[in-house]
């Protein structure tokens, strides 16, 4: 064998080892096959998870033929074991109705109503392909934001959370202050740069571990906020324009003018979807527009 054979042999296996010391950091996890969800991974974290159509559950799959609580995942010696929790279309593991507790093994599947979840153990090196599946189909390639649909899924499960739970929420929406003007003023490129640039300062000064930080498109992008409330968010939310404000972005010398109109809203009477949420946030992006940009508005009835 020679050298180059020898080389390309030690960086294969040092792939390899690297993927290996990389799953095993990994927690066991469910994986959607097929249907709308499919490729989505639920992570397995907790000695308990519930699974149901209700938001209370720690995995809600809201579709029909699903139960509001319809199995329970439990740690076991060995790894998880699942159970039917009263369901009345019950609970299916590798196509066999279950009745009491099944200890799962990797590959086995749990079927419910039309959805398939098929079960990776603590460690397994097969999640890492989906990982990565799962950040390219959900992620917005320039920024390494989040994308307007998953924001959307997320939007819409959090305000239900809310629902059943009344916890608080928030949304905060900014759009950055005259970015036409900046794309013809110094070109696209710098324009680029400045919603690329902008998105890190925020990923790495403002958005904590519960948050979605997304590109919902154009200059315009999005934070939701689960457990935080108006006065909370509003706060977060002007520390983020002072940020914004404040940061040099400089660009082929040039410093540009970058600043944003942020709209701030939360969860209350009156809102019963995301998309009633999103309104309300995105109508005090408008006021504080109006007001002379470069300011944090709240949303009032």
């Known amino acids: 064998m020679g050298d180059d054979s020898t080389i390309v042999l030690t960086d294969i296996k040092a792939a390899l080892s690297a993927a290996e010391n990389e799953a095993s950091q990994k927690p066991a ?100 392909t989906y990982d990565k599946l799962n950040l390219e189909a959900n992620t917005d390639r320039h920024t390494g934001c989040f994308n307007k649909t998953y924001f959307n899924n997320k939007l819409d499960l959090e305000v239900k959370k809310s629902k059943v739970t009344g916890t608080p929420l928030s949304l905060i929406i900014f759009d950055l202050d005259h970015f036409k003007k900046l794309n013809d003023n110094y070109g696209h490129d710098a324009g680029d740069f400045v919603l690329k640039s902008m998105a890190e300062l925020i990923r790495k000064n403002g958005v904590r571990e519960d948050d979605t930080f997304a590109r919902y498109g154009g200059e315009e992008f999005v934070i939701l906020l689960p457990k935080t409330n108006l006065k909370q968010s509003y706060e977060i939310a002007e520390r983020l324009r002072k940020l914004v404000e404040s940061h040099d972005f400089i660009y082929d010398t040039n410093k540009l003018p970058v600043t944003a109109s942020i709209g701030v809203a939360d969860y209350r009477q009156g809102v019963v979807t995301g998309t009633d949420l999103f309104k309300r946030a995105d109508e005090a992006v408008y006021k504080s527009k109006e007001g002379g940009r470069n300011q944090v508005s709240f949303y009032k009835e």
């Open 29 to 128: 996890a469910l994986l959607v096959v097929g249907g709308e969800l499919n490729g989505t991974l639920f992570d397995l974290t907790t000695p308990a998870i519930s699974c149901g159509r209700s938001a209370k559950n720690d995995i809600t799959l809201d579709f029909n033929g699903i139960s509001r609580e319809h199995f329970v995942l439990k740690v076991e010696e060995d790894g998880y074991t699942v159970e039917d929790a009263g369901s009345r279309n019950g609970t299916f593991l590798n196509n066999q109705k279950i009745e009491g507790k099944k200890s799962l093994n990797k590959g086995d599947t749990i079927k419910v109503g039309s959805i398939a979840l098929k079960y990776l153990p603590k460690g397994d090196p097969e999640r890492l």
